[in-house]
């Protein structure tokens, strides 16, 4: 079945470092949504990227879609204690429509 | 716009019985989803619903059901419970007609322990 593997799993940075995360899928997605959760929140939705190679900034934040729409990545410049929580990507599979949840990474900011 | 609800937010059960979960979606939003979030598996896909109709189901055993009402609120229901079940169970709603093409946009949840 469909898998989306995230990492890392864990990342801590020192306030102002910047950060990525990584997802990654065994099959070719039809689409991909970042979503973010603050401990103890819920799933808040960042982005969707749809095109092949498609890259879109949110102020600090730039995401990306691979040319094959099989990977995906989260990239934070000047990381803020406001940043803190979890990055979870979600990756849609063209044949079935199922959304599949990577397992996200819980960002810590040292200050 | 009120954001969505879940009730009730915290929830104690034991083995065997069965429990029953509801979401008000935000007003005007016609596809509810549902997802299980555990620490070991993360988030999950349950199922979907649009117009009263389920559009999509994860890949959990028969006794994980839900519905739709004519008004979108969605319920799911959980029979016969097994301390695996014990998670955080999270409804979406999106203004498309797809969750997974559309923002969702996530309940606080509702917390189910089973004992």
């Known amino acids: 079945g469909q898998q989306v593997m995230q990492i890392p799993q864990y990342q801590h940075v020192q306030e102002g470092e910047d950060f990525t995360t990584y997802c990654n899928s065994s099959?070719?997605?039809?689409?991909i949504q970042w979503y973010k959760q603050r401990p103890g929140g819920h799933p808040v939705f960042l982005i969707q990227?749809?095109?092949?190679?498609e890259v879109k900034k949110q102020k600090r934040l730039t995401f990306q879609f691979g040319e094959a729409k099989k990977n995906s990545s989260l990239h934070i410049t000047a990381t803020q204690t406001t940043d803190v929580g979890t990055y979870f990507c979600?990756?849609?599979?063209?044949?079935?429509?199922?959304?599949?949840f990577g397992k996200g990474t819980r960002l810590h900011i040292l200050p | 716009k009120a954001g969505v609800t879940q009730t009730p937010r915290y929830l104690i059960k034991t083995r065997g019985q069965q429990v029953t979960l509801s979401c008000s979606p935000i007003?005007?939003?016609?596809?509810v989803s549902w997802y299980q979030q555990t620490p070991g598996q993360g988030l999950q896909f349950l199922f979907e619903?649009?117009?009263?109709?389920?559009?999509n189901k994860g890949n959990f055993p028969g006794r994980f059901s839900g519905r739709q009402f004519s008004n979108s609120r969605s319920e799911m229901n959980v029979s016969t419970l097994e301390l695996g079940d014990s998670a955080l169970y999270l409804c979406?709603?999106?203004?498309?007609?797809?969750?997974?093409?559309?923002?969702?946009?996530f309940g606080p949840g509702t917390r189910l322990t089973v004992l």
């Open positions: 979406a709603s999106s203004e498309g007609s797809h969750g997974a093409y559309n923002e969702q946009f």
């Open positions: 990227l749809v095109k092949s190679g």
């Open positions: 099959t070719t997605l039809s689409n």
């Open positions: 979600a990756g849609v599979e063209n044949r079935d429509d199922k959304i599949i």
């Open positions: 619903y649009f117009s009263e109709t389920q559009r």
């Open positions: 007003s005007g939003h016609r596809s």
